[in-house]
């Protein structure tokens, strides 16, 4: 079992920069490829980022390529979600999710654990 508890969320202006925080606890956090996904109101959960177990790969959707930078500290059992020049359309509960697979990943399925997710407000 993996504990995962997101911090950093809040409320910022559009182009304004949040950074997000994942703690895990549990089983040997650099075992797990992390991902971080959200879901905005009304709408379908979706994938945002996912990192590998050593930190080398990274994997974005479309939307946040060049803004969000997804990264990991396996001694601190941590992995992080930057987010620069943040968009209204980018408010949403994020979450991350760990999965024991070796590839990434950007279905759901593929991640055994998640956190209870961050709000994420972005004001225009």
């Known amino acids: 079992q993996v504990q995962l508890v997101e911090s950093g969320g809040g409320l910022v202006q559009a182009g304004g920069s949040l950074r997000l925080s994942c703690a895990a606890s549990?089983?040997?956090?650099?075992?797990?490829?992390m991902g971080w996904f959200r879901q905005a109101p009304g709408k379908e959960r979706e994938f945002v980022a996912a990192?590998?177990?050593?930190?080398?790969?990274?994997y974005y959707t479309d939307s946040v390529k060049g803004r969000f930078t997804i990264s990991r500290d396996n001694a601190r059992n941590t992995v992080y979600l930057q987010m620069n020049s943040l968009e209204p359309e980018d408010t949403a509960v994020y979450f991350c999710?760990?999965?024991?697979?070796?590839?990434?990943?950007?279905?759901?399925?593929?991640?055994?654990?998640w956190g209870q997710g961050t709000q994420v407000t972005v004001s225009s």
């Open positions: 549990g089983r040997t956090f650099s075992n797990y490829i």
């Open positions: 990192i590998t177990r050593s930190g080398g790969s990274t």
């Open positions: 999710a760990a999965g024991g697979g070796l590839l990434l990943s950007h279905r759901d399925s593929s991640y055994a654990f």
